[in-house]
């Protein structure tokens, strides 16, 4: 498995924005689907924005789109979210993931590796 660090939450006004990063290490990068989830205490994992191994294929739930944008650098083994027009809904703990394919997925089971999390505040 690869390991997954995320870095860049904190704490942002409403209408503000983030950038947050994920560097991979230790395992396949390059050919795999990554995505970033989000979790509050009591739900479930959800879908935020997915990038295919080229970078060519993006996907964003409806609760994002528009706002966010998902990127990677398969150089440097890194990928990113930028956050922009941020709500008081988005607060969360942010996840990179690895997908187990290269196919576009966005089901939590279909990623078999997950950074630590990084906590996203946003204040209203």
């Known amino acids: 498995q690869v390991q997954l660090v995320e870095s860049g939450g904190g704490l942002v006004q409403a209408g503000g924005s983030l950038r947050l990063s994920c560097a991979a290490s230790?395992?396949?990068?390059?050919?795999?689907?990554m995505g970033w989830f989000r979790q509050t205490p009591g739900k479930e994992r959800d879908f935020v924005a997915l990038i295919s191994w080229s970078g060519q294929v993006t996907r964003y739930s409806d609760s994002v789109k528009g706002r966010f944008s998902i990127s990677r650098d398969n150089a440097k083994s890194t990928m990113s979210l930028e956050m922009n027009m941020l709500k008081p809904e988005d607060t969360a703990v942010y996840y990179c993931a690895r997908a187990r394919t290269s196919l576009i997925v966005t089901t939590p089971s279909m990623y078999d590796s997950w950074g630590q999390g990084t906590q996203v505040t946003v204040s209203s």
């Open positions: 230790g395992g396949t990068f390059s050919t795999s689907t």
